[in-house]
C-alpha cells in the first residue's frame, strides 16, 4: 500500500508543478504567435487548468479505467465550486464584471443539463463524445469572434494583466511548454497507476476514487490560480478560472475519455455525482447574479454555502471507502 500512495503523492505535487509550468510557458509562447489575451485566457489558462484532468483522464480510459475518468471530471467540476470559488469567496467576496463569464455560466448550465440526459442509459457512448467535442469546438469558435467585439471586457484586461506581470522569453516559454507537457504526461501515468492500485487494495471502485483524491489533486491548479488572482483584486479572472475549467472538464475530458472508450457509468453517478455537480452549478449562478440578471458579488455567506456542500459531498464519498474495507 505504501509505493501506490507514495505514487500519488509523487504525482500529485509532480502534476500541479507541470501544469503551472506549461501553462505560463503555453501562455508566453501564444503570445508571441499573437493571439487575444480572450482566447489565450480560453485556450491556454482555461485549457492548462484542465490539463491535469485531461491527461489523468486519457490515461484511464488508455488503460481500461474509464470510471477514473468520469469521476475526475464530475469530481474536479464539484472542487472547483465548492472548494476553489467556496473558499475564496469566503475569504474575499467576488464582484462579477465581464459580460463574457455572464454568457458562459448558462452555457455551462446548458452543457450540464446535457450531460445528464447522456448518463440517463448508464453510458456516455463514443458518438456523444464526439458530440462533447464538437460542442467544444463551436464554443472556442464563437469565442475568438467574440473576443473580437468585446476587447474592453473585465475579463480581457484581466488576462492581459496577468500576461504583461509574466514575461517569458521565445525560447523559455517554447521549453517550459514542452517540459511542462512531458511532465504532465509522466505525473498523470504515475498518478492513474497509484489511484487504480488504491482503488483494488481498498475494494471500492476506480470512480469513487477519482471522484475524491484524484478530483481534488488535479483541481489544486485551479485553487492555486484562483488564490493568486484574488491577491490581484482580479475577481473576474477567479469565476473565469472555474467555469472555464468546468466547461473543459465536461466537454473536452469527458469527450475525449468517452472517444477512446466508451464510458460506462451506474446509476449512482447520474443520481449522486451529476446532481451534486448540477446543483452545484446552478447555486453558482443563482448566487452570481440578481433576480434582474445584473451581476452582483458573490458573498462570504454564500462561499461558506459552496464549501459546506463540497465538504459534506466529500464526507459522504470518505464514508463509502471507510465502510467498503
Known amino acids: 500500500m505504501l509505493l501506490p500512495l507514495l505514487a500519488v503523492v509523487l504525482g500529485l505535487v509532480l502534476l500541479i508543478w507541470s501544469a503551472e509550468k506549461f501553462i505560463d510557458g503555453a501562455a508566453a ?22 490539463a491535469p484532468e485531461m491527461m489523468v483522464s486519457v490515461l484511464a480510459a488508455v488503460q481500461g479505467n474509464p470510471g477514473l475518468a468520469v469521476g475526475n471530471a464530475y469530481g474536479s467540476n464539484i472542487a472547483n465550486i465548492g472548494l476553489v470559488l467556496g473558499f475564496v469567496a469566503l475569504v474575499s467576496p467576488l464582484a462579477v464584471h465581464s459580460s463574457v463569464i455572464r454568457q458562459e455560466m448558462p452555457l455551462l448550465m446548458v ?25 467544444l469546438a463551436i464554443f472556442i469558435g464563437v469565442s475568438i ?31 517550459w511548454t514542452l517540459v511542462g507537457l512531458v511532465l504532465l504526461i509522466a505525473s498523470s501515468r504515475l498518478l492513474v497507476w497509484g489511484a487504480v492500485e488504491i482503488a483494488m487494495r481498498f475494494g471500492v471502485s476506480d470512480l469513487i476514487i477519482g471522484l475524491t483524491v484524484v478530483a481534488i489533486g488535479t483541481s489544486l491548479p ?9 491577491r490581484r483584486k482580479e475577481h473576474d479572472m477567479v469565476l473565469g478560472n472555474v467555469v472555464g475549467s468546468n466547461l473543459f472538464n465536461s466537454l473536452a475530458v469527458v469527450g475525449l475519455a468517452g472517444v477512446i472508450s466508451p464510458i460506462e457509468a451506474g446509476r449512482e453517478v447520474l443520481v449522486r455525482d451529476w446532481s451534486v455537480m448540477t446543483g452545484m452549478t446552478l447555486l453558482m449562478i443563482l448566487f452570481a447574479f440578481s433576480w434582474r440578471g445584473r451581476a452582483r458579488k458573490i458573498n462570504r455567506l454564500e462561499g ?21 474495507r
Open 29 to 50: 509562447t501564444s503570445r508571441w504567435l499573437g493571439l487575444s489575451p480572450l482566447l489565450i485566457g480560453m485556450l491556454v489558462i482555461g485549457f492548462g487548468t484542465s
Open 145 to 175: 469572434v467574440r473576443s473580437r467585439n468585446q476587447p474592453d471586457d473585465a475579463l480581457i484586461v484581466e488576462v492581459a494583466e496577468t500576461l504583461e506581470s509574466k514575461p517569458m522569453s521565445r525560447g523559455k516559454s517554447v521549453m
Open 222 to 230: 485551479e485553487l492555486a490560480s484562483s488564490i493568486s488572482a484574488l
Open 111 to 135: 452543457v450540464m443539463l446535457a450531460t445528464g440526459l447522456m448518463l440517463l442509459d448508464g453510458l456516455i457512448a463514443r458518438w456523444e463524445a464526439i458530440g462533447l467535442l464538437l460542442a
Open 304 to 324: 461558506g454555502i459552496l464549501l459546506a456542500l463540497f465538504l459534506a459531498y466529500t464526507g459522504y464519498m470518505v464514508s463509502i471507502v471507510v465502510m467498503s
